[in-house]
Nanobody
Framework: QVHLVESGGGLVQAGGSLRLSCAASGSTFTIYAMGWYRQAPGKQRELVAEITNDGDTYYADSVKGRFTVSRDNAKITVSLQMNSLKPEDTSVYYC???????????????????WGQGTQVTVSS
């Protein structure tokens, strides 16, 4: 079983910075992309940032220019550098792995999603 260990959450004042990190370990698996989601109370979980094995990145409009996602393929880790934090960034942040396995019989990819336990980020005004 794959498990993800997150670190770096905490309390910071508006305008400050935090860096989240996530390390993947466990059974052998193929990673297509790694990234970060967040979910605040009463809200839907939303994709914040993602990076593929090819290095392509995606950012939610609300964090573009402020957050940077990166990965270390050798260590199987993904990080999220968060700058110019705003109170509305307050949420639980979840590390996510998009794993895809080729199925020879069907000649198609099977997708598996793995999630971290979540780490709290609180931004005070």
């Amino acid at each position: 079983q794959v498990h993800l260990v997150e670190s770096g959450g905490g309390l910071v004042q508006a305008g400050g910075s935090l860096r989240l990190s996530c390390a993947a370990s466990g059974s052998t698996f193929t990673i297509y992309a790694m990234g970060w989601y967040r979910q605040a109370p009463g809200k839907q979980r939303e994709l914040v940032a993602e990076i593929t094995n090819d290095g392509d990145t995606y950012y939610a409009d609300s964090v573009k220019g402020r957050f940077t996602v990166s990965r270390d393929n050798a260590k199987i880790t993904v990080s999220l550098q968060m700058n110019s934090l705003k109170p509305e960034d307050t949420s639980v942040y979840y590390c996510h792995v998009d794993s895809r396995v080729w199925g020879a019989v069907t000649s198609s990819l099977r997708r598996y999603d793995y999630w971290g336990q979540g780490t709290q980020v609180t931004v005070s005004s």
